[in-house]
């Protein structure tokens, strides 16, 4: 609606942004059923009759929280496959598009968490649509490796995809937890580099 980059923040943002990312933390901290639209007004500090004129009720807002996150999310994941080099190059800059999403949209992971426990109505016009067109890139890439003798014969491409994506939710949810249970203080980069050599040290060909 907005056509918000959530990786760039050094935009001067309209009200409408404003009340969007209100709504965004206030959304994923409390769910779609613990936000009013005067909660988002008082966080965006805007009239809560702006709000109501723009967004019209809470699931309309709901929903288009949902649709900026997931779609900006997989606009950046899709990003990783449009560019050159090999499918291992491909994976590791996969694996650092989702570090970056977890740095720069801190509530895009809650927000997912959250319609996986208990989903909205967009849960699948919206959350399961981008999650599948991600999944889809990238099991189609661990195919191409598959193919090119780049990684083993014989693995899944899409539980390949899964168990990528299941070392990085892991940490994400680890590192919320209070007392966490991630080595203190937690190093992202390290995380990072450790879990990409020991995804592609199982997926390698010669292991």
Do not use: C
């Not at 969007?20 to 500090?45: H, I, M, P, Q, R």
């Not at 800059?93 to 895009?108: H, I």
């Amino acid at each position: 609606m907005f056509g918000i980059q959530y990786w760039d923040i050094t935009m001067k943002k309209s009200n409408g942004e404003l009340m969007l990312d209100a709504a965004t933390k206030l959304f994923a901290e409390n769910g779609l059923a613990g936000v009013s639209l005067s909660e988002v007004a008082k966080g965006a500090g805007v009239d809560d009759a702006e709000v109501t004129k723009l967004f019209g009720n809470e699931e309309k807002l709901y929903e288009t929280v949902l649709e900026s996150q997931f779609g900006n999310y997989a606009a950046r994941m899709g990003a990783v496959f449009d560019k050159g080099g090999s499918p291992i190059d491909k994976i590791e800059l996969l694996a650092r598009a989702m570090f970056d999403v977890y740095k720069q949209a801190p509530y895009f992971f809650p927000l997912f968490y959250r319609e996986l426990l208990n989903p909205s109505p967009f849960f699948e016009s919206i959350v399961i649509k981008n999650i599948r067109h991600v999944a889809y890139l990238s099991d189609n890439n661990n195919t191409k490796g598959i193919q090119k003798g780049q990684l083993k014969r014989g693995i899944n491409p899409a539980y390949a995809t899964m168990f990528l994506a299941g070392m990085f939710h892991y940490y994400f949810l680890a590192s919320r937890l209070e007392g966490s249970l991630l080595p203190q203080p937690a190093n992202d980069e390290e995380y990072l580099s450790q879990a990409i050599k020991v995804f592609l040290t199982g997926l390698n060909k010669g292991v």
